[in-house]
């Protein structure tokens, strides 16, 4: 498959922005998407590249452009295919670098997904390579490995007898973030979860796809070991079967998702102590102990996203049970505590993110506490302060700063204190707008009219009568501690994000929380 090739394929609209000739003409061997300012280490030789172009700001304009198309094209990437949903188009710089480092850019439409183009990718992929004489799984291992499935065999069993129809190749059951959920007894140990997603995307004859994942975090795929191959029919059928062993997973986790959400609806709730032992006990957790929770929300939300995406998170550091289910529009996932918890969620969460490259992740981690309540609401607000912030993961021992605590309030609730503690100073007008730029700066300078005069570059007489001015529209008295930090709470409120955005998440999970 050729760049060209792809720009022919109709349902995905893609539009060529610039690319000469021989630069179409290029191959294609594989596909990776990122928003990393340098995935060059990530990247193969001869890859298309997938961005919606998070990395690039008006502030770093070209420079920024160029550092980034330039490690595509160190890395060897044949086109880049940038997202225009973020910027409301291409920007301009990145047109420029993509022309001077020469490499072809493609202009993906909102309508088409990252995962559409990949997809379509592997298919073709697929296509070329069983286009040539190949075998195919035997109808009597097929048998074979369905009984074994319906039997509740171990995954490594099932691998084991897998390996052995695939001229005693070592393989592996592998989630889309680089989990190992299970080998063969012969296959090597557990490659590093960022060298297999990098494996992932070379689409070759070492990995097929088990089934269609729902949702991007519940991808799983069956590899071979590296050097190994197989014909690509013997190892697509191989998916196929496996698809069983899938199906089975997900009705369990069906069950244990059920008996999450009655927990955490019990916790919300305030179910009395008995009832929440029993809810514990029902989700495979301790009685009494410690506890944590995480808190996680996609954006935008979707209620199974978020979930897979929590699970996948934990199941990377643990296989002990957790109780991960849904409130409202949060992901909630209760646990024994584990040490070092936040770090571990950090060291995993690029991998897990990057199973949807076009949506956020936001992360709250509530402190460890023999109540699982307590940790509950902390974790909540955690991950709303990560949401209000943009940051990926926010712990509830980190929240540091006024800003902080308040970028974990709802945002309905932000929008209404900073309209009656500010009143007509939030009026979009030139002279309200200098008062609040005014306010602002004596505020960050500690109420000194000199320094406040300095850094507005006006006379120190027109600082006094705009600060006037202030006290007399809000009723406040500047001259109190009390009231300056009423009015500077206020500002915080008002710069954190619009009500509209996430009001109904807080109506749904805050008035209960």
């Known amino acids: 498959m050729r760049v060209d090739d792809l720009l022919e394929v109709q349902d995905l609209g893609l539009e060529l922005v610039w690319g000469e000739p021989a630069l179409l003409n290029q191959p294609i061997s594989g596909v990776t998407a990122t928003d990393l300012l340098d995935p060059s280490s990530f990247l193969e030789p001869g890859e298309v590249v997938l961005s919606g172009l998070v990395w690039w700001t008006a502030r770093g304009g070209r420079g920024r452009a160029d550092h980034f198309v330039s490690s595509l094209q160190h890395a060897g ?10 910027h409301g188009g291409i920007p301009d710089e990145v047109v420029r670098a993509c022309r001077a480092h020469g490499l072809a850019l493609v202009a993906v439409p909102e309508q088409t997904t990252f995962r559409t183009i990949t997809d379509a990718i592997y298919l073709r992929r697929w296509s070329d390579l069983s286009s ?38 070592p393989c592996a059951l592998v989630t889309a973030s680089g989990r190992t959920i299970a080998r063969s007894t012969r296959a090597a140990a557990d490659s590093p979860p960022a060298a297999i997603v990098r494996g992932l995307r070379r689409a070759d004859r070492t990995v097929a796809q088990v089934g269609s994942a729902e949702v991007p975090y519940d991808s799983w795929f069956v590899t071979l070991d590296a050097g190994r191959e197989a014909p690509p029919r013997m190892l697509q059928d191989v998916a196929e079967v496996l698809r069983g062993y899938r199906e089975l997973w997900a ?32 989700c495979e957790l301790p009685r009494r102990g410690t506890f944590r929770v995480v808190c996680g929300a996609t954006t935008p939300f979707r209620r199974a996203d978020s979930i897979a995406a929590v699970r996948e998170l934990l199941s990377h550091m643990t296989d002990r049970p957790c109780a991960v289910g849904a409130i409202g529009e949060h992901a909630f996932a209760v646990l024994a505590d584990l040490p070092a918890l936040t770090e571990r969620l950090s060291a995993v969460y690029e991998l897990v993110r990057s199973c949807d490259p076009q949506g956020g992740l936001h992360l709250g981690v509530g402190a460890a506490t023999a109540d699982p309540r307590d940790s509950l609401a902390q974790a909540l607000h955690a991950c709303r302060t990560s949401a209000g912030l943009e940051r990926s993961i926010t712990a509830t021992e980190e929240l540091a700063t006024l800003h902080e605590l308040l970028a974990g309030v709802p945002a309905a609730v932000r929008t209404a204190y900073a309209r009656r503690v500010l009143g007509v100073l939030l009026e979009d007008d030139p002279g309200h707008a200098g008062l609040r730029d005014t306010l602002s700066a004596f505020l960050d300078h500690n109420g000194s009219w000199a320094r406040t005069a300095e850094a507005l570059f006006v006379h120190v007489n027109t600082v006094h009568y705009r600060i006037e001015r ?15 930090v009423d009015l500077r709470a206020a500002l915080l409120c008002a710069r954190t994000g619009d009500a509209a955005s996430d009001a109904t998440a807080w109506v749904t999970v805050g008035l209960r929380g």
Do not use: C, N
Request: proline content about 3%.
């Open 77 to 86: 990437a044949v086109a880049l295919l940038a997202g225009t949903v973020r």
């Open 251 to 282: 009705q369990d986790e069906a069950g244990r998702q059920r008996a999450a959400d009655e927990l955490l609806t019990g916790l919300l709730d305030g179910a009395t102590d008995a009832e929440t032992t029993a809810a514990l006990e029902s």
């Open 132 to 169: 040539s004489p190949h075998s195919s799984l035997p109808e009597h291992v097929r048998r074979r490995l369905d009984r074994l499935i319906r039997d509740r065999a171990e995954p490594g069993l099932l691998l084991d007898e897998i390996a052995g129809q695939l001229g005693g190749s």
């Open 470 to 484: 202030v006290e007399k529209l809000t009723g406040r008295d500047l001259a109190k501690l009390a009231d300056r």
